[in-house]
């Protein structure tokens, strides 16, 4: 079970139920458009300064993400009331993206993403979080699966997976510059009679 480059993503990954924001359940199939390019970003507990600090590198691109048709899910992991605060914290309702949650866990275990006491609580993601805090990104507890991290997949138009990263330790991401390199090669190859600023 997993996600694998160059195919699609599992029937048990887009089966799986998620809560969004707005508090309507949905199969995440149905957050996931068809027939265009799309960013699925996994993020720890949602009170976790490194995932402050990924959705904040998040919103940085976004003008640019979507200037290429790429449409933005972000999936955390606690209760509805705290993706609803991460959301206000982050003002993501101003934001052209979907948030969602999966306290279950069902969709982070699809996507084949790793729950790690040491990934978090060791040397590594350690410093990643006190890097994440230093930057100014606040950091709370309880708000979701401690140990659960995230990951980041990026799908083609026909919901093929280009770029896939599962984070190993806290803060352990695949760089938002690759990502979005990625999506404007992808809308390069799909539109070459245009281009991006």
Known sequence: MGVEV??????????????????????????VPQGAPALLLFVRQFACAGCGQR???????ERVLRMAGVSI??????SLEHAQEFSRALALDTHELCLATDPTLVSHQAAGLVRSYWGVLGPI?????????????????????????????????????LARHVERHLGSTLPLGDLVERALALFGRRNPELSLP
């Open 55 to 61: 959705v904040a590198e998040l919103l940085l691109n």
């Open 125 to 161: 993601g350690t410093f990643h979080l006190l890097r994440a805090m230093g930057r100014g990104h606040r950091n709370g507890w309880g708000h979701g699966d401690f140990y659960q991290l995230g990951g980041s997949f990026l799908l083609d138009d026909r919901g093929v997976v």
């Open 6 to 31: 160059g195919k699609p993503l599992s029937e048990a990954l887009l089966g799986s139920r998620v809560t969004t924001v707005q508090g309507e359940v949905h199969a995440l199939s149905e957050l």
């Open 73 to 78: 899910v972000v999936v955390g992991c606690g």
